[in-house]
């Protein structure tokens, strides 16, 4: 058995998933003032009765990272920062305490200038003496050559400082403001992090629930609690991610499909090709992080079920905002869900109240209110439309550049729609009769996204460099460097790095039988200098590719 | 967070499947280092740098600046079709006031594609900014242009389609042709007897820094530019001036690339040459992005880069001094000295051997200009290769008067009384283009 759960604005959803599928659901009340008082009781609820030693494993999808971010409840955080050639990195100072020292690396990870040790030491007594407890240490280039990084984490390590996060374990991609923040935020949640899970934990095994806990990543990848401690950072924005799990199983094998989450603020919006999420090219952006944190590509839409309605010189608004549930529940502005009272498509609040609102709706516009009702719901099917539309051409738009992809390169064209959310099923048929395409609800579309983190696979990701005439080939991430003596070839990398991916997926908790690794980005060069060929220059890309586990039925 | 002054488009088209041959200089790995650096920089994630994926140029939009022999196809890759169309979509995304400025970060090259194409030359099949120019000419109000050519190599090929245009003004600044490829680039090429004067050269001694190329910049070429006040300015921008490049003689630097940029203000700027991929490229690059954008540059400093020891010496200060002077002082008599040469004939004639280094074909070729006060005068080309084609290109230029109109269809007409296998028309002013195979070889 696998327990999936789900933390949303409003319900904490729950779900316990056998072979055969789930057989049984909660929906807590989300108390967003304590998360923790929500986990458990939602814990507590699907495991009442249940012999718990039949439970593999528990994925936690939470806010609990995101919402500190966004609320700016983060610890302070130290950051030093080696530069070289370029853009000053004072332009990315992040936080107070925020140190460029001097030092290069350059693009094939050669040392232009040694690391300017004495400004680390002096950087790292002035952060001792304030309390600063959890340190980021980034430097450019530190994907090709990580030894200026490792050698400032040796020194602060004197200090005794409490964690320390380096730049090129938290992803092997190169961008170097992105790797700032990224190693930023790793250290910026790592306590609210471990604490909550191991809060957890521990009250869970008080009640002799031991439960191996799994967190929930943005890539829609799970990873075990104990590996999610190093790389906190991951756990971020995984809220979408659940849904767009919980919606794969209902996707054909082959062929473009689109998910929309239409949830009561927002819709969230996302692409599978052939029941694989499309993938953020670089990271998750959140607030005003850029990152490297490795993610599912959703375009999150200001419109859902209860987003504000209003008229505004004239013309009809919906959302971006939502101030309250909608009239026909209690609420006090006029909203999607009760156009589709007044369309008679729901009927189990307070229609009266529903009328009222979207009768205001309609003075304004001069209408009858069953025919504004009918404006506020096409207008609200049409933005979310066009919202996808918007995605699939970001997707179909992304920059390539070899000519192979350019002229040959997969377009998303999607024919189907999947729907989950709260409101989802009355907008099926709509949806369907403007846009052309398939559209279905996902079955069991209210915990869809519960059974969703409750199946999804353990993922991670590897980028491996290899540059023969230096002689070395790196997984920055891994901290994996081998030096290369006599011949290396592009199948020996390919085949370090789907050992490298197979470990790293067995390290966060992955059963083997399920992975399947592949390359997503593969370049091979030749280097020549003086029209001689002097190395082999190969970067790739593998990884766990996010989906669901065999072995569970998710319907 | 960092944002950019002006509203900056980047095409990046590496062609990492592409190379002339595995060794060639223009090889797939020549912009993978400036992809590195350019990547970790994060200049693509610089609020207002816009990154634009490429598109790919039409057959017709390389036949509005190309006589290709035999035909399109057989003297282009795809990755031909790419590089240019990288450039339009530059130029597009101007006219569209979607950017301020515009880099299209392509290869390959394209400078040194004369009108007529029997090959590759220099590295270069078609020509890019020709490409992108004709594009703007015949989807938008853009008149009078500017391309300043600042690839260390002469602009042969732009020059050779501009030669005869008065309404594109075309400076080359190069390393001497006495000292570099192709031989070609002296003060004293001006251009034809319709555009005497819109063709300009400034061939700098080799070893000129920094110095000596700002000095030109800011006394020759801006006040230049500022007479002749184009609509758009292109910046053919090949980056071998650098100190470190492998083909050429040049000391200039990471810095004075940005400098450059930011004094020359281009609209669009075009990679052409530059084969340091290691010690120069990610850093011009970079440079040359961050100035185009109004941001600062200043730290952008290539590893190994000693001013003192670049500094020019003074004969080579006074040299390009001396320089500047001719070429001010041709600009400034152009309409005399176009009197002279025109004197009262109704057509002028040149003849050029062309050398294909590339490829290794030779061409024969003659030209002849319809002297005209009303437009750029209808243009005859016979064009014969060692390849065995001998064809006859005509073009009717853009704003053609009726006279050279009629003189252009007449000369395409006699065309299958000569001895060519092909020929070729140009109907600027109806954008259409034919053709007639005269020859079966």
Known sequence: ?555 | MLKAHYKTGLVFFPAFDWAIDPTHPEREERLLYTQDQVFEEGLLDIEDIIEYKPDIASEMDIKRVHFCVPDVFSVTTKSHFISAGGAVTMGRALMEKEIDRGFALVRPPGHHSMRVVHGNRGFCNINNEAILVEYLRRHYPVKKVAIVDTDCHHGDGTQDIYWHDPDTLFISIHQDGRTLYPGTGFTDELGGANAFGTTLNIPLPPLTSDEGYLYTIDHVVLPILEEFKPDIIINSAGQDNHFTDPLTNMNFSAQGYADLTRRLKPDIAVLEGGYSIEGALPYVNTGIILALAGLDYKGVVEPGYDAARMAQSADVTRAIKGIGDVVLSNWKNRRDMQEKIRGNREFIERRRNIMYDTDMIYEMQKDEIRICDDCAGALKIDSSADTGHHILGVQIPVHACPKCVEQGYEWFDKASTGPYDRAFLQDRPKDEYLEKILKQR
Not at chain 1, 11 to 20: C, E, F, K, R
Not at chain 1, 103 to 125: F, K, P
Not at chain 1, 269 to 284: F, K, R
Not at chain 1, 384 to 402: F, Q
């Open chain 1, 1 to 555: 058995m696998l327990i999936g759960l789900d933390v949303g604005g409003t319900h904490t959803d729950v779900v316990l998933i056998g072979p055969d599928g789930p057989f049984r659901e909660v929906k807590v009340i989300t108390d967003t003032s304590n998360l923790f008082k929500s986990v458990l009781s939602a814990l507590e609820k699907i495991t009442e009765g249940i012999d718990t030693l039949q439970i593999k494993r528990a994925v936690l999808s939470t806010t609990l990272t995101t919402n500190a971010i966004v609320t700016d409840q983060i610890e302070p955080v130290g950051m030093i920062v080696v530069g070289g050639p370029g853009i000053d990195p004072e332009a990315y100072r992040i936080c107070p305490y925020f140190y460029c020292v001097a030092g290069a690396i350059d693009h094939r990870g050669r040392e232009i200038d040694g690391l300017d040790e004495v400004e680390v030491m002096d950087a790292a007594a002035r952060m001792k003496a304030d309390g600063i407890r959890h340190i980021g240490v980034v430097a450019k280039f530190s994907t090709r050559n990580p030894s200026h990084e490792i050698r400032i984490e040796k020194i602060l390590a004197e200090y005794g400082f409490e964690k320390i996060f380096m730049g090129h374990r938290t992803s092997g991609n190169l961008n170097f403001p992105r790797r700032i923040s990224t190693t930023f935020l790793n250290a910026a949640v790592y306590s609210v992090h471990k604490n909550f899970f191991n809060a957890v934990k521990q009250s869970l095994a008080e009640k002799g629930l031991n439960i191996p806990i799994h967190i929930l990543k943005a890539d829609g990848g799970t990873m075990s609690f104990s590996s999610s401690i190093d790389f906190p950072g991951q756990t971020i924005l995984s809220g979408p991610a659940a849904s767009v799990m919980g919606a794969i199983s209902s996707a054909p094998a082959e062929g473009d499909v689109i998910v929309l989450d239409i949830g009561g603020t927002t819709t969230d919006i996302a692409v599978l090709i052939n029941q694989s999420p499309v993938l953020e090219p670089l990271g998750i952006s959140i607030g005003k992080y850029k990152t490297l944190i490795r993610s599912l590509k959703t375009y999150s839409l200001g419109v859902g079920g209860d987003s504000v309605v209003q008229i505004k010189d004239g013309e009809l608004v919906i959302g971006p905002y939502r101030k309250g549930p909608a009239m026909a529940y209690g609420g006090s502005s006029p909203t999607p869900t009760d156009a589709l009272f007044v369309l008679e498509h729901i009927d189990d609040g307070d229609a009266e109240a529903a009328r009222k609102g979207i009768q205001l709706i309609a003075d304004q516009l001069g209408l009858r209110v069953e025919y504004a009702a009918e404006r506020i719901f096409e207008k609200t099917c049409n933005m979310i439309l066009e919202g996808a539309a918007h995605l699939v051409r970001d997707i179909n738009s992304k920059p390539v550049y070899t000519v192979h992809e350019l002229l040959e390169g997969y377009t998303v064209v999607p024919a189907r729609i999947l729907v989950l959310g709260g409101p989802a099923k009355y907008f099926v048929s709509h949806l369907k009769k403007i846009s052309g395409y398939s559209v279905e609800t996902v079955p069991r579309w209210g915990v869809a996204n519960a059974i969703g983190a409750g199946l999804a696979r353990t993922t991670c990701e590897v980028n491996l460099f290899v540059d023969t005439e230096k002689g070395v080939v790196l997984a920055p991430e891994e901290n994996y460097t081998k030096a290369i003596r006599g011949a290396y070839s592009y199948a020996d990398a390919e085949e370090t790095a789907f050992e490298l991916v197979r470990k790293k997926a067995a390290k966060n908790g992955a059963e083997s039988e399920n992975l399947q690794i592949e390359i997503i980005e593969s370049l091979s060069f030749n280097m020549v200098r003086g029209f001689r060929t002097t190395g082999k220059n190969i970067r790739i890309r593998a990884q766990v590719k996010p989906g669901l586990i065999e072995g569970y039925k998710a319907l």
